[in-house]
């Protein structure tokens, strides 16, 4: 019995996905649990399996082209089955646009053409098909799916100077790959429009962004607390760790030591890790860190699950290829959801101080601004240049009042400054 394959919800936060690239094509035999598919999400390139044995039958959602939750996409059955009925249930693809009527000239006498130069044929124009944007270059229309227009984008390239391979001559992802491993000529000049703007779709890391802030910088009521730390005792501290754990490939980083102090900060205080339900304070048993990363879309948090009971060293290396994976867009569900705090630090683009916006539910997060030497007072009341940093702490004030997000940085700020306290 022929089975529809529609596309599959791969992260909790995903409304639909795009085709990056088929691994099956028509005819194909497919078994259950085999990878049919690889799927652009909101937050990373995934492969989709087969629910069903038999012959890869019809392909109805072609590479670089999106598709809503639970559409279908495909039908798998035997290879003499009748899938009419099935066919049938799929979406009608948006009718083409009707070319443009050139106004008639005013008749008048036609002149005599020689044999041996007939007329040149007008040049093809393809009409869209769903999905798919169409540029116009200077002898027509392109037709190009969003993804590879959006590497095409990113890459610099010139879809005039690429051939497409697709139905119609259409640009796919196979073209723009192919183009960038061809040895590069002259950069070409970037075509504008000619009021001096372009439009590119936003990817669906973009979009859930932009979800995402909205739900939480006008709904959640933000307040902000910030501290500065001294960080001589940490950076001797990593220089050390660095050193004893070289030949093992390991390298700590600032951010590495400030999770494990956020982490031991959060155990003394389960306020400020905690979440807003609606209705009630979510307290959290375990130390989830989401830890920011910035990737070509936008922004992704990996999460270091029970950060409180991890070394530094391990955190190091867990957060190293996390992020990794982030950037490739391989991270798994269940390692970018879940965060009970979160992290975010911009130190290593010399920005000194920001603020964060809250990741909901969660309560709180953590803004990490750059380590530089500053010229203090030290107790003696004598002048000495210092390792300093930054740091503000975004609260959820229906969960966090001021007084327990202040006690929180004072416990983070002992834990930096005399890391000794974070294992006594």
């Known amino acids: 019995m022929a089975s529809k394959v529609i596309m599959p919800k791969l992260s909790p936060t995903m409304e639909e996905g795009q085709i990056a690239r088929w691994l099956k094509k028509e005819g194909d035999k497919v078994s259950m649990g085999e990878p049919l598919a690889e799927i652009d999400t909101d937050k990373a390139t995934m492969e989709m399996q087969a629910l069903a044995n038999g012959v890869l039958r019809k392909i109805l959602i072609g590479e670089g082209e999106s598709a809503p939750l639970g559409q279908l996409i495909a039908v798998i059955g035997d290879a003499n089955e009748d899938i009419a009925s099935i066919l049938a249930e799929a979406p009608a693809a948006a009718p083409a646009a009707p070319a443009k009527k050139e106004p008639e000239p005013e008749a008048k006498q036609p002149e005599p053409v020689k044999a041996e130069e007939p007329p040149p044929p007008p040049p093809p124009q393809p009409a869209p098909t769903n999905g798919q944007q169409t540029v116009r270059a200077d002898s027509g229309r392109m037709i190009v799916s969003p993804l590879a227009a959006r590497m095409a984008a990113d890459s610099g390239l010139d879809l005039r100077s690429i051939q497409g391979s697709g139905p119609n001559g259409r640009i796919i992802k196979r ?63 990593r220089g050390r760790i660095n050193e004893r754990f070289a030949d093992k490939g390991v390298k700590v980083s600032p951010n590495d030591l400030i999770i494990k102090a956020v982490a031991a900060a959060l155990r003394k205080h389960p306020w400020v890790n905690a979440s807003w339900t609606g209705e009630a304070i979510r307290f959290h048993d375990q130390v989830h860190i989401g830890v920011a990363v910035a990737v070509d879309e936008g922004l992704i948090t990996p999460v270091v699950r029970d950060a409180d009971r991890k070394g530094v060293a391990e955190i190091a290396t867990e957060v190293r290829e996390l992020a990794g994976r982030a950037r490739e867009k391989k991270l798994k569900p269940e390692e970018y959801t879940g965060s009970t705090f979160s992290l975010s630090n911009l130190g290593m683009f010399g920005i000194e101080e920001f603020t964060a916006v809250i990741n909901p539910p969660e ?3 953590l803004a990490v601004g750059a380590i530089a030497p500053k010229v203090v007072v030290d107790p003696k009341g004598e002048m000495a240049v210092r390792q300093r940093m930054r740091v503000t702490l975004s609260c959820d004030h229906r969960v966090i009042d001021g007084a327990t997000g202040a006690q929180f940085l004072e416990t983070l700020k002992g834990y930096l400054e005399d890391p000794m306290l974070m294992i006594a």
């Open 175 to 237: 073209d723009i790959e192919a183009a960038l491993t061809k040895p590069k000529a002259a950069a070409a000049a970037v075509t504008a429009t000619a009021s001096g703007y372009r439009d590119e779709p936003a990817t669906q890391i973009r979009q859930t962004i932009a979800k995402r802030l909205v739900t939480s910088i006008g709904p959640v009521p933000h307040f902000f607390l910030t501290v500065e730390i001294d960080m001589e005792e940490s950076m001797r501290l």
């Open 363 to 365: 309560a709180a997060i």
